[in-house]
């Protein structure tokens, strides 16, 4: 039997907050995207030009924990994400693997159920991007300590989504 995994885009609730004060306590500063192509973790596609964004802070694993009294200590960190500047519905359709273009570095850590970081390991993406990210989930989904995964660019460090255990 062969386990489907599926990104997880920033839950509703989050985005209210975050369209409001984002994790970092500043207020959120809408703009008109004038290029397109911002990695927006609202819907889990690209912005297209003239849509209205936000660059804001995000703690993915603090708001994870939050929700099971878990305590990852240091290893909550918080950084850039773009997300639409009013609510969009999020992923039209089960997006499995977004942001997914061949070459790109993703780093994929693996945390326990108390958000502690309990390895990972850099992807470089295949041309079947669905067979690497897949393979690379079975792999840390393999060892029974690990509760999610989350997926992150090299070079900027960005938060890009979250698989959770199946």
Do not use: K, N
Request: glycine share 10%; hydrophobic share 40%; charged share 25%.
């Amino acid at each position: 039997m062969t386990t489907t995994y599926h990104a997880r885009p920033i839950a509703p609730a989050a985005l209210q907050q975050l369209r409001d004060t984002d994790d970092a306590g500043r207020p959120c500063a809408p703009y008109t995207d004038g290029e397109g192509g911002a990695p927006l973790r609202c819907c889990l596609r690209l912005s297209a030009a003239g849509e209205r964004i936000a660059l804001v802070s995000y703690a993915p694993l603090r708001r994870w924990a939050a929700e099971r009294w878990a305590r990852p200590g240091a290893y909550d960190e918080q950084g850039p994400v773009f997300i639409h500047a009013e609510d969009c519905g999020g992923p039209a359709g089960r997006e499995r693997y977004p942001f997914d273009r061949a070459g790109a570095l993703r780093v994929l850590r693996r945390y326990d159920s108390e958000g502690r970081i309990v390895g990972g390991r850099l992807l470089e993406i295949p041309e079947d991007a669905a067979s690497g990210f897949d393979a690379a989930f079975a792999e840390a989904f393999a060892d029974p300590a690990v509760a999610l995964v989350h997926v992150r660019a090299v070079t900027y460090g960005c938060f890009h989504f979250e698989v959770r255990r199946p």
